[in-house]
């Protein structure tokens, strides 16, 4: 496994990723138009915003030379109360999940954000991905806020707190 920071050009193959995590995760939870409309040029476009702005960083995570997750961590981009920072993506494909990849990548985020002088940061994941849920109160977060059901369940979100 390797991590690095991601390029412009690997914006298409994450875009792509993207697309085949959500099928594997969210499948039953998100309302399938959004699997039907998804827009693979415009989330191309969004990772590469999301590396020219660099408030956030964003990594791959490698298998060899494939691609099989990506991360990002840095300033908040959806500010929530006080909190400045965030792991604002953290996904990895089914196959990789359960094996530890995704602790070394949590990790690599909490390293990243220390060495930024980062002393708490937080998590935002799906009320409905139980598995995420469980895989960040097992990294130390602290459930700090939960929105309230809705219809669309892509919309309401966990956040976790974690401090150094």
């Given amino acids: 496994m390797k991590?690095?920071?991601a390029t412009y050009e690997d914006c298409r193959d994450?875009?792509?990723l993207k697309r085949r995590i959500w099928e594997t995760t969210y499948k039953g939870i998100y309302p399938n138009e959004k699997f039907i409309k998804y827009d693979v040029d415009l989330n191309e476009n969004k990772f590469k915003d999301m590396i020219k702005q660099q408030s956030q960083?964003?990594?791959v995570v490698l298998?060899?030379?494939q691609i099989i997750g990506y991360m990002s961590c840095g300033k908040i981009m959806r500010a929530f109360n006080k909190y400045t920072?965030?792991?604002g993506l953290l996904?990895?494909?089914?196959?990789?999940?359960g094996k530890g990849t995704g602790t070394k990548l949590f990790e690599f985020a909490r390293n990243e954000l220390k060495n930024q002088g980062v002393i708490e940061?937080?998590?935002?994941c799906n009320k409905y991905n139980l598995?995420?849920?469980q895989f960040y109160k097992k990294m130390g977060g602290e459930i700090i806020k939960v929105d309230e059901d809705n219809r669309d369940k892509s919309i309401p979100q966990v956040k976790f707190l974690f401090k150094e």
Avoid at 91 to 97: A, R
Avoid at 121 to 124: A, D, K, N, Q, R
């Fill in 121 to 124: 940061f937080i998590v935002s």
């Fill in 14 to 16: 994450l875009s792509m």
């Fill in 91 to 97: 996904y990895l494909t089914k196959e990789c999940q």
């Fill in 85 to 87: 920072h965030d792991i």
């Fill in 63 to 65: 298998n060899d030379s």
């Fill in 3 to 5: 991590i690095r920071l």
């Fill in 57 to 59: 960083r964003l990594f």
């Fill in 131 to 133: 598995s995420a849920q």
